[in-house]
C-alpha cells in the first residue's frame, strides 16, 4: 500500500508543476524561505537546504518542481531503467544503505529483490525500500527521483537526480549545484 502511494504521488507531481501552487515553506541555508516551484528551482542553485526535521518532511513536495526544468518524455523506459539497473553504482547516490556496499557495487550486485513499476524501478531488502523513477529528458541528462525509505525507522529522503549517460557511462549527479 504505502508503495501504491509513492507511485500516485509522483504520477500527480507533472501536472502540479504545471501550476503555481503554494507549497509548504522550505528555508535555505541562508536563511531565505520559499513556497513556490520557480524561486526554489532558482535558491537550489545557489545554496543548499537548512538540514532540519522540517525541511527534510516537506522536501518530497518539492520534487515536482524539477518538472520544470525537463524537456521531453523518455522513450523506452524499461529498456533505460535496465541500463540504470546494470550500471549505476550504489555510491553515487546519497542512500542509506551506501556506506554497506562496495563502492563499485552496481545495483545489479546487491541480490536484492527487484521490480519494475510504470517507469520506475523498485529495490527491496529487508527493511530497506529504495526507488528510482525515470522522469524526463533535462539539459544535460535525465531527470529521476529517488526516494529511500528504512522501513523500521523513520528513515525517508526524497531527491531528484541528474543521470548522465555518457556511452556505456552512467554518472548520477545532484539536479541542483547546490547539492542534494
Known amino acids: 500500500m504505502r508503495l501504491l502511494i509513492l507511485v500516485f504521488i509522483f504520477i500527480t507531481f507533472e501536472s502540479f508543476a504545471q501550476e503555481k501552487i503554494k507549497l509548504t515553506k522550505i528555508k535555505m541555508l541562508d536563511g531565505r524561505v520559499t513556497n513556490n516551484c520557480e524561486k526554489y528551482n532558482s535558491l537550489r542553485n545557489e545554496v543548499g537546504l537548512?538540514?532540519?526535521?522540517?525541511?527534510?518532511?516537506?522536501?518530497?513536495?518539492?520534487?515536482?518542481?524539477?518538472?520544470?526544468?525537463?524537456?521531453?518524455?523518455?522513450?523506452?523506459?524499461?529498456?533505460?531503467?535496465?541500463?540504470?539497473?546494470?550500471?549505476?553504482?550504489?555510491?553515487?547516490?546519497?542512500?542509506?544503505?551506501?556506506?554497506?556496499?562496495?563502492?563499485?557495487?552496481?545495483?545489479?550486485n546487491l541480490g536484492w529483490k527487484v521490480s519494475y513499476k510504470d517507469g520506475s524501478i523498485y529495490y527491496e531488502q529487508d527493511d530497506i525500500n529504495i526507488v528510482i523513477f525515470l522522469e524526463k529528458v533535462i539539459e544535460d541528462g535525465y531527470l529521476i527521483f529517488v526516494i529511500d525509505?528504512?522501513?523500521?525507522?523513520?528513515?525517508?529522503?526524497?531527491?531528484?537526480?541528474?543521470?548522465?549517460?555518457?556511452?556505456?557511462?552512467?554518472?548520477?549527479?545532484?539536479?541542483?549545484?547546490?547539492?542534494?
Open 50 to 108: 537548512l538540514s532540519t526535521n522540517r525541511n527534510r518532511s516537506v522536501a518530497g513536495e518539492y520534487l515536482e518542481c524539477s518538472y520544470l526544468l525537463a524537456k521531453e518524455d523518455i522513450n523506452n523506459k524499461r529498456e533505460f531503467l535496465d541500463k540504470i539497473y546494470k550500471n549505476v553504482n550504489v555510491s553515487q547516490l546519497p542512500l542509506s544503505l551506501s556506506n554497506k556496499v562496495d563502492k563499485n557495487s552496481s545495483f545489479n
Open 149 to 180: 525509505e528504512v522501513l523500521k525507522g523513520t528513515y525517508r529522503a526524497y531527491f531528484p537526480a541528474n543521470l548522465i549517460v555518457k556511452g556505456t557511462i552512467f554518472l548520477v549527479e545532484p539536479l541542483y549545484k547546490s547539492g542534494y
